[in-house]
């Protein structure tokens, strides 16, 4: 139970990807989940199951990261519900490929306010309840595509991806004084519906190939790097990339 009775509020948490795994991970080792997503139905139905799979304490929340008052009202209802959160896993992602010779405003826009602002403004909204407290942990989800860069169409993404990196050793930086812990995590290929709606199939299997471990990395594979890092276990790593990739980029 290596985050037992810790509060944690996960974004896009509802979907079949990286998100669910880590709130079901954290739930499972013993954290009260804040299972937030776009589909309002839909997280409420991933917290019901967490909370009988666990017996642990859930809430499920529409959320869009992009509107600052949804992610306000998030944090409000967390610590109305629990009266604190320790973790918050910043999850939330899009990706729309297209050469940047083609793309236009609303693509560049879109991939960043999600990726990047959302993260932004997620951390923002946790910070002030963390610095109260005095201690917290935040992860955020980045990729392989931040460190090297992404396939043809993907430079909107590789940049909120490296992004998030740069803005991870900046708040870290700015609250280590506070014993606030902020790193991220750089997946590599992890197959997913999301993946399979905008990468050919053809495209996907030579991505796996290239991994030099052989094999797709799994949410599982994330949830598990990302629960030591918010764990207590984790008492001085801090604005740190923890890259899960197969070695696809190795540093």
């Known amino acids: 139970m290596r985050v037992k009775d810790k509060v944690a509020i996960v ?21 009260n989940v804040v299972v937030t997503d776009a589909h309002p139905k839909r997280c409420v139905e991933v917290a019901d199951d967490i909370r009988k799979t666990t017996g642990k304490e859930t809430l499920g929340l529409q959320l869009d990261v992009t509107n600052h008052q949804q992610v306000d009202e998030v944090v409000k209802q967390t610590i109305a519900k629990f009266g604190r959160v320790d973790i918050l896993v910043n999850n939330a992602g899009i990706n729309k490929l297209s050469p940047v010779w083609e793309m236009d405003d609303e693509t560049w826009d879109l991939v960043l306010n999600i990726n990047l602002k959302g993260t932004f403004m997620c951390t923002r909204a946790v910070l002030p309840a963390m610095i109260k407290q005095r201690s917290g942990r935040i992860v955020s989800v980045s990729s392989v595509a931040g460190l090297a860069p992404e396939s043809e169409g993907g430079s909107h993404y590789s940049a909120a991806k490296a992004g998030i990196l740069g803005f991870t050793r900046g708040v870290a930086n700015e609250v280590a004084k506070y014993n606030i812990l902020v790193n991220a995590v750089a997946p590599g290929f992890v197959p997913n519906p999301f993946l399979a709606r905008i990468y050919p199939a053809d495209a996907l299997r030579k991505l796996e190939e290239s991994v030099p471990l052989k094999r797709a990395q799994t949410p599982q594979d994330i949830a598990t790097a990302t629960l030591w890092l918010v764990s207590d276990e984790n008492q001085s790593v801090t604005g740190q990339c923890l890259c899960v990739s197969g070695g696809m980029f190795m540093h």
């Open 11 to 31: 974004t896009a948490a509802a979907g079949a990807g990286i998100g669910q795994a880590v709130a079901r991970t954290l739930a499972s080792e013993g954290a």
